[in-house]
C-alpha cells in the first residue's frame, strides 16, 4: 500500500511539473497572436475592411466634368462670320444632401467591415482556444492513462507475488494483464487523435499541417469573472455581431433618405465657347468674336412611381434589419444562457469529481489493495476500484475541458476577455 500512494503522489509531482514548464512557455498566448496574425480567415477580413475604408475616397464626390469639342463639318455662316468648331464644359452637381449621404454610406459600410473583422477575429480566437483545450485534454487524459498503467502494473507484481506464494490463482494475473493490455489500448487511441488535433491548429495557425506541435500536458482553469447580468450587458454593448446589426439599420436609413432625394432633380453646369471666324464681307459689329455660352440642364423626375416604388422598397430593408437585428439579439441571448447553463453544470462535476469522487475511489484502492494482500478482497473488486480511479479522473478532466471551452464560447459571443486563461 505504501508503494502505492508513493506511485499515485509521484504521479501528481510529475504532472505538476510538466504543468509549469507548460505554462511557461505561453503556448496558446502565443498561439493566439500567431492565429491573428496568419490565419487566413483574418487576413481576407482585414483585406475587405481595407476595401471598404478606400471605397470612402470614391464616394460622396462630385461626378467627373465632362469636355466635349465639335467640328463643323459644314461651316455656319453668321453675320459675325462663319462657325467652324466649338468647345464646351458640362458638371452634374446631384441635388443638395446626395453627396454627403453616399459618403455617410460609405462610412457605414467601413464601419461593417470592421464589426465583421472583429467578429471573425473572435471567432478564430475561439477556435484557437476550443483545440488548444481539447489537445490539452488529450495530453492530459493520456497522463491519467499512463498514471493508471503503472498503478495495473504495480498490481500485477503483488498479484503474481500471491499467485507464486499460492494465495492467489493465476486467473488474478490474467485479470490484471487483461486490464492493462485494455488500457494499454486507450493510451494508444489517445495518442492516434492527438495527430487530427495537430492539424486542426496548424490549420488555425496558418502553418503546414505537419508543423510539430507541443502537447499540453493540462488544461487552462479558467472561471468567469463576471456574474450572467454583467455578461448579458457586456453582449449588448459589446457584440461585434449586434453592433453589425445596428449600422446595417443605420445603412438600410442612409439609403431611404437617398432614394427620397430623387423626388429632386439634379443640376448640369456648361459653359460652350463657338470660334468663329471673320466675315468675308463688309465689317459687321463683333466679326470673329467667339460667343460663349452658359447654360443649365436638369432632369425632370416626372415618373414618380418608380421613386415612390424606391422608397418603399428602402423601409421594407429598414424593417428587415431591424427585424434581424431583434432576433440576433434574442438568439445570442439564448445561447448565453444555454452556456451559462454548461458553465454551472461544468462547475458541478469538477467540484463533484475533485472534492468527492476521486479521492473517494483512491481510498477505495487503497482499502481493496491491502484487502486484497490480506485476502479479504477478491480481484474483481481491486479492478472495480482501479477502474473506478481512472474513469473518474477522465471525468474532472473532460469537465475542466468543457468549462474552458464554454468559457472561449461565451467570450467570443460577448466580444470581451471574461477569463484569465492560465494553466492550473
Request: hydrophobic share 40%.
Amino acid at each position: 500500500m505504501n508503494r502505492l500512494l508513493f506511485l499515485l503522489l509521484l504521479c501528481c509531482i510529475v504532472s505538476t511539473a510538466q504543468a509549469g514548464q507548460d505554462g511557461k512557455s505561453g503556448g496558446l498566448a502565443g498561439y493566439l497572436r500567431t492565429a491573428l496574425e496568419r490565419n487566413d480567415e483574418v487576413r481576407a477580413a482585414r483585406a475587405q475592411l481595407e476595401a471598404a475604408t478606400q471605397k470612402i475616397r470614391r464616394t460622396g464626390v462630385l461626378p467627373d466634368p465632362k469636355l466635349s469639342v465639335q467640328y463643323y463639318l459644314e461651316p455656319i455662316e453668321t453675320r459675325t462670320g462663319p462657325q467652324n468648331s466649338a468647345v464646351a464644359l458640362s458638371q452634374t452637381v446631384p441635388w443638395f444632401g446626395k453627396l454627403a449621404l453616399q459618403r455617410e454610406k460609405g462610412e457605414i459600410d467601413a464601419a461593417i467591415a470592421a464589426r465583421r473583422l472583429a467578429t471573425v477575429e473572435l471567432k478564430v480566437a475561439r477556435q484557437v482556444k476550443t483545440t488548444y483545450i481539447e489537445y490539452g485534454l488529450l495530453g492530459q487524459s493520456i497522463r491519467i492513462v499512463n498514471e493508471n498503467l503503472e498503478i495495473l502494473r504495480y498490481l500485477e507484481s503483488i498479484a503474481r507475488t500471491r499467485y507464486a506464494s499460492g494465495n492467489a490463482s493465476f486467473v488474478d494475473v490474467l485479470k490484471i494483464q487483461i486490464e492493462m493490455d485494455r488500457v494499454e489500448e486507450q493510451g494508444r487511441d489517445l495518442a492516434d487523435q492527438a495527430v487530427p488535433r495537430r492539424v486542426d491548429l496548424n490549420n488555425l495557425l496558418g502553418s503546414e499541417p505537419e508543423t510539430a506541435r507541443p502537447l499540453p500536458e493540462d488544461i487552462p482553469a479558467v472561471e468567469l469573472g463576471i456574474g450572467p447580468a454583467r455578461l448579458l450587458a457586456a453582449l449588448q454593448s459589446r457584440s461585434p455581431r449586434l453592433a453589425e446589426a445596428r449600422q446595417a439599420i443605420d445603412r438600410a436609413e442612409k439609403d431611404r433618405e437617398l432614394a427620397r432625394r430623387d423626388f429632386y432633380p439634379d443640376l448640369t453646369f456648361s459653359l460652350k465657347t463657338i470660334f468663329t471666324g471673320r466675315a468675308e464681307y463688309g465689317a459687321p459689329e463683333g466679326s470673329g468674336n467667339d460667343p460663349v455660352i452658359a447654360g443649365v440642364t436638369l432632369n425632370l423626375p416626372i415618373f414618380t412611381d418608380r421613386r415612390h416604388g424606391a422608397v418603399a422598397e428602402r423601409s421594407a430593408r429598414i424593417l428587415d434589419a431591424r427585424h434581424r437585428r431583434d432576433q440576433l439579439l434574442r438568439d445570442l441571448t439564448t445561447d448565453v444562457e444555454q452556456l451559462l447553463y454548461r458553465y454551472r453544470e461544468a462547475e458541478r462535476k469538477i467540484a463533484l469529481f475533485r472534492d468527492s469522487l476521486v479521492p473517494k475511489i483512491r481510498q477505495e484502492l487503497e482499502v481493496a489493495l491491502e484487502g486484497f494482500q490480506g485476502g479479504t478482497y477478491s480481484i474483481l473488486e481491486l479492478m472495480d476500484a482501479q477502474r473506478g480511479l481512472l474513469d473518474f479522473e477522465l471525468e474532472e478532466s473532460r469537465a475542466l475541458a468543457e468549462r474552458a471551452i464554454t468559457v472561449a464560447r461565451l467570450e467570443e459571443l460577448s466580444g470581451t476577455t471574461l477569463a484569465r486563461w492560465e494553466t492550473r
